[in-house]
C-alpha cells in the first residue's frame, strides 16, 4: 500500500506540491500518494487528525497553519521550537513530530544557489508569519553584520537570557539592554558613582546623572534649582517694594467669586392699588 501523505493550508488550490512530491518520488523510486488538503480555518487539529487516523504517514503545511501545527506536534525539534511554527509533521504511532524548514531552505537558496553570502553584511527579513519565524536562527547561524526583523513580537518569546545563550552558542556578541530601573542597580554604574541623589521637599528622593567630573578629578556638587517663587520677596525688595507691599502680593487672597449676570428683560414690579 502505498504511503500517504499530504499538504495541508487554506486557500491551497493554487498549490503544485503534489506534482512536485509525485516527480520527486517517482525519480527516488518511492510509492507514495501526496494530496492536498484545504483545511478549516479555526479546526486545524480536527483536520491532521482526520488525516493521521485514515494513515497518513506525513503533512506538510502552509498558511494559514503553521502555527496551529506547532500546537498540534507531541515533539518539535529546535529549529520548530525556536521558531514557533512548524511546516513539516511527521506521524509515528502516538507521536507527531515536528520540524521547521523554512529558514534551512529559504538559506540554502540564498547562499548556495544564488551565490549570496550572509557573513558580515545587513539582512532584512520583511514579514510576520511561520517562515520569517523558521528563517531567524538559519540566517543568525550565517553570522550577518545585523539582522532586522519586522516580525512583531517574536523576540517577546523568550527571555533576554535565552537569546543571550542562542548568541553565545553562535558566537555572536551580545549583552542585555538595562530596564531604566534597574540602572541603579549596575555594578559599574555603582562603582564609579554615575548616579547621584538628593532629597526634595516635595518630591522625596531624587536620583539622576551626576555631573561630570572635572579635569582636577573632583565633581562638583549639585543642587536644586530654585522653586517658582522661592525669591519673590528679595525681587520685590530690590525693586523697591516695600515690606506692606511686598506682604499684600504674597498673602494668598480668596478666589474671587463671579458676579450672577442678571436678565437684561425688565420685569414689571407689581404696584399696590
Avoid at 543568525?140 to 532586522?148: K, R, T, Y
Avoid at 555603582?190 to 573632583?218: I, K, S, W
Wanted: aromatic share 6%; charged share 20%.
Amino acid at each position: 500500500m502505498s504511503d500517504q501523505y499530504a499538504v495541508i493550508g487554506n486557500p491551497i488550490g493554487h498549490t503544485k506540491s503534489p506534482l512536485i512530491h509525485g516527480m520527486f518520488a517517482e525519480a527516488t523510486g518511492q510509492d507514495i500518494v501526496y494530496t492536498a488538503i484545504e483545511g478549516r480555518i479555526g479546526q486545524f487539529a480536527e483536520d491532521a487528525q482526520a488525516f493521521r487516523v485514515a494513515g497518513g504517514r506525513g503533512m506538510n503545511v502552509t498558511a494559514p497553519f503553521k502555527l496551529d501545527a506547532f500546537a498540534f506536534a507531541t515533539e518539535r525539534s529546535p529549529r520548530a521550537s525556536l521558531a514557533g511554527a512548524v511546516n513539516a509533521l511527521k506521524f509515528d504511532g502516538e507521536r507527531v513530530l515536528a520540524e521547521n524548514f523554512d529558514g534551512v531552505g529559504l538559506t540554502r537558496d540564498v547562499v548556495e544557489n544564488q551565490g549570496c553570502a550572509m557573513r558580515g553584511k545587513r539582512v532584512l527579513i520583511l514579514g510576520a508569519g511561520g517562515a520569517t519565524r523558521g528563517a531567524l536562527l538559519p540566517f543568525l547561524e550565517q553570522q550577518p553584520s545585523e539582522l532586522l526583523e519586522l516580525a512583531c513580537g517574536f523576540t517577546r518569546r523568550h527571555d533576554t537570557a535565552h537569546w543571550l545563550a542562542v548568541c553565545a552558542r553562535l558566537e555572536i556578541p551580545a549583552a542585555p539592554v538595562a530596564r531604566l530601573d534597574s540602572l541603579p542597580q549596575d555594578p559599574h554604574l555603582a562603582q564609579t558613582g554615575f548616579f547621584e541623589q538628593l532629597q526634595d521637599e516635595a518630591m522625596g528622593t531624587l536620583r539622576f546623572p551626576g555631573v561630570p567630573v572635572r579635569f582636577d578629578g573632583h565633581r562638583p556638587a549639585v543642587a536644586m534649582p530654585p522653586r517658582l517663587g522661592a525669591h519673590t520677596r528679595e525681587l520685590l525688595a530690590e525693586a523697591g517694594c516695600s515690606p506692606a507691599q511686598i506682604d499684600a502680593v504674597m498673602t494668598p487672597q480668596p478666589p474671587a467669586v463671579p458676579r450672577r449676570q442678571h436678565d437684561a428683560t425688565a420685569v414689571p414690579t407689581p404696584t399696590t392699588p
